[in-house]
């Protein structure tokens, strides 16, 4: 599976920006998808997953109530509305494609390009 991130910007800090991820190859409702991100000098870090259906989702505690995980079976594809951003945020996102839910980078088998997010403070 092929997995292409877009959206990403330049925000304000408490602005909005939603990012999608779409996927090729063999459909994405086969997989649990994710989102993660790599900020400068840091290590890539957990952000948000859904489950197959999109009926479970779970996010950072970081992002928790500010980010909002969803997907669309019929379209392949993925989305991270992200709202109220701040400077922290910024990062490269990724989106990635697995067999079982969870936070961890080594339960992802597939990855996207990912795309950058800079929040202005």
């Known amino acids: 599976v092929q997995l292409q991130a877009s959206g990403g910007g330049l925000v304000q800090a408490g602005g909005s920006l939603r990012l999608s991820c779409a996927a090729s190859g063999r459909t994405d409702s086969s997989y649990v998808m994710g989102w993660f991100r790599q900020a400068p000098g840091k290590e890539r870090e957990f952000v948000a997953c859904?489950?197959?259906?999109?009926?479970?989702?779970y996010y950072a505690d970081s992002v928790k109530g500010r980010f909002t995980i969803s997907r669309d079976n019929a379209k392949n594809t993925v989305y991270l509305q992200m709202n109220s951003l701040r400077p922290e945020d910024r990062a490269v996102y990724y989106c990635?494609?697995?067999?079982?839910?969870?936070?961890?980078?080594?339960?992802?088998?597939?990855w996207g390009q990912g795309t950058l997010v800079t929040v202005s403070s």
């Open positions: 859904i489950s197959r259906s999109g009926g479970y989702t």
């Open positions: 990635a494609a697995g067999v079982t839910v969870g936070t961890y980078v080594r339960q992802y088998d597939y």
